[in-house]
């Protein structure tokens, strides 16, 4: 189910965003009203984003399940899939965009597991994976916010998460308020014990 109209109209009404956890209480509205309880089935080994990292994401990224430019021009497509596969007019099923989701976040997790070297708390790895999942698994591994979490530095490295809120649109380096805003959510989710 694509959420961004139900967000798009409580923010018209409230006349503001959101925060944190007015984004997951109604997340958690949605999913009662509508009788969808998503929950991904446990890997058989390898660690998974908690319900809180997977409503960050999924909430930020929105579901669009025919492909469009993301703002820094990428081909993009249901959980904010991006890939070389992905073609402007391409269209798919929800069901493929959850599948995607799936496989997406799989591949975030191993990367952070691997990169924190299991030295996370879960919300501090579901924030991590939302990261990686937004900026790409390369740019945390050369982070300075990755650095401090590996140096236990977590309140430097949840400072480090304000810092990534731009993006290149039309060859300019630019503030992003939807990045601004996530990179606020990634923070908040960090810091939560």
């Known amino acids: 189910m694509n959420r961004k109209p139900i967000f798009d109209c ?7 965003g959101f925060t944190d956890a007015e984004v997951a209480a109604l997340d958690l509205a949605i999913d009662e009203a509508t009788g969808v309880i998503v929950v991904r089935a446990p890997k058989p080994k390898g ?6 990292g997977e409503q960050l994401i999924q909430s930020f990224e929105g579901c669009e399940l025919e492909a469009y430019l993301d703002v820094a021009g990428i081909p993009t497509i249901g959980w904010g899939h991006t890939g070389p596969e992905v073609k402007l007019g391409q ?16 591949r975030f997790e191993a990367a952070v597991d691997s990169l924190t070297k299991g030295h996370a708390t879960d919300n501090q790895f579901a924030a991590l994976v939302s990261f990686a999942y937004n900026v790409g698994a390369e740019a945390l591994k050369t982070s300075t916010l990755l650095r401090k979490h590996n140096s236990g530095d977590y ?15 039309g060859g300019k380096l630019v503030v992003v308020k939807g990045l601004t805003r996530r990179r606020e959510a990634e923070a908040a989710l960090y810091r939560r014990p």
């Open 155 to 169: 309140a430097g490295a949840a400072a480090e998460f304000g810092k990534w809120n731009k993006a290149r649109v």
């Open 47 to 52: 660690r998974q984003i908690n319900r809180a």
């Open 10 to 16: 409580v923010r018209k009404m409230l006349g503001r």
């Open 91 to 106: 269209k798919i099923t929800q069901a493929e965009a959850d599948r995607l989701f799936d496989l997406d976040t799989d």
